[in-house]
């Protein structure tokens, strides 16, 4: 029975670990496999125009980007 709680904290402390890397990186989940593009989907929306909500989701989006991408240049 020792060895099967030694096996069970060890387990624990692993997925902790793992757990706390994954918070602290602050990536979204991503597929190992390829996902959508593996069967030749570009996204998950294969509409020539999409709607206006995934539109201004794609709009607040690239907003997004382009102020994490930006370069300050009063620190320089």
Do not use: H, W
């Not at 991503?30 to 069967?39: D, E, F, T």
Request: aromatic share 10%.
């Amino acid at each position: 029975m020792m060895i099967f709680f030694i096996t069970f904290g060890f387990f624990l402390v692993v997925g902790t670990a793992m757990a706390v890397g994954y918070i602290f990186q602050n990536k979204a989940l991503a597929g190992s496999c390829g996902g959508l593009a593996s069967v030749g989907i570009d996204k998950e929306c294969n509409c020539d125009n999409p709607c206006e909500k995934r539109q201004e989701r794609e709009k607040k989006s690239a907003l997004e980007d382009n102020l994490k991408n930006r370069i300050d240049v009063t620190n320089l």
